[in-house]
């Protein structure tokens, strides 16, 4: 019989992960002329992705009281929304309301699909019972 990994190893990737993302996200923002390779060919549609992706990595990186997980996306939007500042900053680049609104609705999908993993897996039949 093997034990269950704890969660706390079962979070440490999706930790690392919304780490990684982060910078990756905050180099692409705040870059005069990002790669137009990576875009998907609507910018709300890449923030949309992005903080969707921010949001699924923090929800099941932090597995702790309702609360805790709430701030966390909070700081996401916060995070979006420095973005949006600094980016008038940078040339070839706006800030933009309409950003935080996509930024907003991504971390409602990250959420979303969050908890219907957590869900589908705490529904799986456990080995050996």
């Not at 034990?3 to 690392?16: E, T």
Request: net charge positive; with cysteine.
């Amino acid at each position: 019989m093997h034990a269950q990994p704890s969660l706390a190893r079962q979070s440490l990737p999706w930790r690392v992960l919304l780490v990684l993302l982060i910078g990756g996200i905050s180099v692409l923002a705040l870059t005069p002329a990002p790669p137009t390779h990576l875009s998907l060919g609507w910018d709300k549609l890449n923030h949309m992705l992005a903080f969707a992706g921010l949001a699924l990595c923090a929800t099941l990186g932090w597995r702790t009281p309702r609360w805790l997980r709430l701030t966390l996306l909070a700081a996401l939007l916060a995070f979006g929304g420095l973005i949006e500042l600094l980016q008038q900053l940078v040339p070839n680049r706006t800030a933009e309301w309409g950003d935080l609104g996509a930024d907003a609705i991504g971390i409602a999908i990250g959420l979303l699909v969050a908890s219907v993993l957590l869900r589908l897996a705490r529904a799986r039949p456990k080995p050996g019972r």
